[in-house]
């Protein structure tokens, strides 16, 4: 149950699993949590729920940081050579890509200069 919400949500898409972990994905960072578990016989017979302390999920990763401003490699009539470097931190994970945007000087609104991140 997200701490911040009144109704439990049902984890398992089956009420009778046999394992005792499991692993849950698409948890909000930095919400707190409660999760509980209760045992269920083959009469169908559920015993009570037990309850654990709020947990606050924090990814163990972090934003890259570090890096610098992109250089202007060359200019022609309709085209530019943008070039950069990567950040000093990746964060503590691997960088997947970059994302290069553009405005014109004079405007307050960024565009995207290509429609996927970079990975070259």
């Known amino acids: 149950r997200d701490c911040s919400r009144r109704?439990?949500?049902?984890?398992t898409?089956?009420?009778?699993?046999?394992?005792?972990?499991?692993?849950?994905r698409r948890l909000t960072n930095r919400h707190e949590?409660?999760?509980?578990?209760?045992?269920?016989?083959?009469?169908?017979?559920?015993?009570?729920f037990v309850e654990t302390k709020p947990v606050k999920i924090i990814s163990p990763y972090n934003p890259p940081s570090g890096m610098m401003p992109p250089e202007i490699l060359?200019?022609?009539?309709?085209?530019?050579?943008?070039?950069?470097?990567?950040?000093k931190d990746d964060g503590g994970t691997e960088i997947d890509g970059y994302i290069l945007e553009y405005k014109d000087k004079n405007s307050y609104r960024w565009q995207a200069a290509t429609k996927e991140p970079t990975t070259d």
Do not use: K
């Not at 109704?7 to 984890?11: A, C, F, S």
């Not at 898409?13 to 849950?24: N, P, S, V």
């Not at 060359?74 to 950040?87: C, E, F, H, K």
């Open 33 to 48: 949590y409660v999760f509980r578990v209760a045992a269920i016989n083959q009469n169908a017979e559920t015993g009570a």
């Open 7 to 11: 109704l439990w949500e049902q984890v």
């Open 13 to 24: 898409a089956t009420l009778h699993i046999r394992m005792t972990t499991i692993t849950l």
């Open 74 to 87: 060359d200019i022609s009539a309709d085209a530019i050579y943008v070039s950069w470097q990567p950040p």
